[in-house]
């Protein structure tokens, strides 16, 4: 087992910085300020952030054990943050022990990554992993998922690896946005101007009609309840959501969006109709981004649009606040192609211990994945489709 102690050893410390380990949630708990002074002095994504790490750890994975690598300068001062979580998991018989980010699974975090002091990227990425290329034999898989393309993190880790496994994860849609450009200019670069302002114009005209925007922490009960029942009326149809899965996720979401807002980051949107919730968007400001998360909406209201009017405004609402990017995150739904134009990829990386349950498990993935593909091959795609539908149903029943 990977100890701290392991990680103040004479040869763990690189040149000018010096690397530790915080190895519980108790622990992580007492890191917020820190942390988030290095956030904001990164270039780091936002699911990177402690407000929505820590209630992961608590909610999400309680059997994952936090490895979060430190990178403190001769002053002390923390300038660099490895999120990382150990995890034990029986692969045929084999017992594999598992490097990964934290945030990984159930709630959908892009850009994970080493979070450090801009310009100082590769300096503290090549700090971490020189201490874990030396611990090899305390581990035996280092997947590091959802990283987005470029990153100087994939660079550094195959200088130090050498042999190092990289896959394409999700295409990510967004759009760069020009400051006090008026809405309507932004309209006419995207496909659905014509179809959203005749849509806005009918829904202004019913009673009690309005958009709400909720971003203080003391006031998200009400706006979450309705998300979750609109996500989860959205998703019926198709066998459940899989994006929000679960009470546990539900906790997760409502104790991060708690933080978030604490933050000043949350945005959550809320569309109604005469009193009633028809219409939610699930946002997060990061920096001069708008990130879209999720939404959700009452299909008995898809044939008036009320989806694509409230996403038009969190675009109105985005351009007003002088933010210069709305990101859609992973997936390429048509509904975003009419909104931007752009696209950025998603990659994850592979590295293997020094003992055998590395090459274990990816063989072990490697061939159930073949079996899948077999199957896939011999059924259609209708029944296919039907089998994904019933599993989804069955989980979100347990």
């Not at 290329?133 to 898989?141: A, Y």
């Amino acid at each position: 087992m990977i100890r701290e102690d392991e990680l103040r050893s004479g040869p763990q410390v690189a040149p000018r910085l010096d690397v530790a380990a915080v190895g519980s949630a108790s622990e992580m708990s007492g890191m917020r300020a820190e942390w988030n002074a290095l956030l904001d002095a990164s270039t780091a994504g936002p699911f990177n952030a402690w407000e929505w790490l820590y209630p992961w750890c608590r909610r999400i994975a309680p059997d994952v054990r936090p490895l979060v690598l430190t990178a403190r300068d001769r002053l002390g001062t923390l300038v660099g943050l490895l999120p990382l979580g150990l995890e034990h998991r029986w692969v045929n018989g084999m017992r594999v022990r598992r490097l990964g980010f934290l945030g990984e699974t159930h709630v959908g975090s892009d850009y994970l990554d080493v979070v450090a002091r801009k310009g100082r990227e590769a300096e503290v990425g090549r700090a971490f992993f020189q201490v874990l290329h030396g611990l090899r034999d305390e581990w035996d898989v280092l997947d590091l998922t959802d990283l987005r393309e470029g990153s100087v993190t994939l660079g550094v880790a195959r200088e130090v690896f050498g042999e190092v496994r990289q896959t394409e994860r999700y295409v990510c849609p967004y759009e760069t946005l020009v400051p006090g450009e008026p809405f309507d200019a932004f309209l006419k670069r995207t496909g659905r101007r014509d179809n959203y302002l005749r849509r806005r114009k009918w829904l202004e005209k019913q009673e009690g009609y309005r958009i709400e925007r909720t971003e203080a922490p003391g006031e998200l009960a009400g706006p979450m309840t309705d998300f979750f029942r609109l996500h989860a009326l959205r998703w019926s149809s198709d066998g459940g959501s899989q994006g929000i899965k679960g009470s546990g996720v539900e906790a997760f979401h409502r104790d991060a969006t708690q933080l978030l807002a604490e933050r000043g980051r949350l945005r959550m949107y809320t569309m109604k109709v005469g009193g009633q919730a028809v219409a939610s968007v699930y946002g997060i400001v990061h920096g001069s981004s708008f990130v879209y998360f999720q939404s959700g909406y009452d299909p008995a209201w898809r044939n008036r649009s009320v989806g694509l009017v409230l996403v038009g405004e969190t675009f109105k609402d985005a351009i007003e606040m002088g933010l210069t990017e709305y990101d859609f995150l992973r997936g390429t739904e048509s509904y975003k192609a009419d909104w931007v134009t752009k696209q950025r990829q998603t990659v994850s990386l592979r590295v293997h211990g020094a003992g055998m349950g590395g090459a274990w498990f990816t063989r072990s993935e490697e061939l159930a994945r073949q079996t899948r593909n077999a199957v896939k091959r011999v059924l259609s795609d209708e029944l296919v489709e039907k089998v994904r539908r019933l599993r989804r149903r069955k989980a979100a029943v347990h």
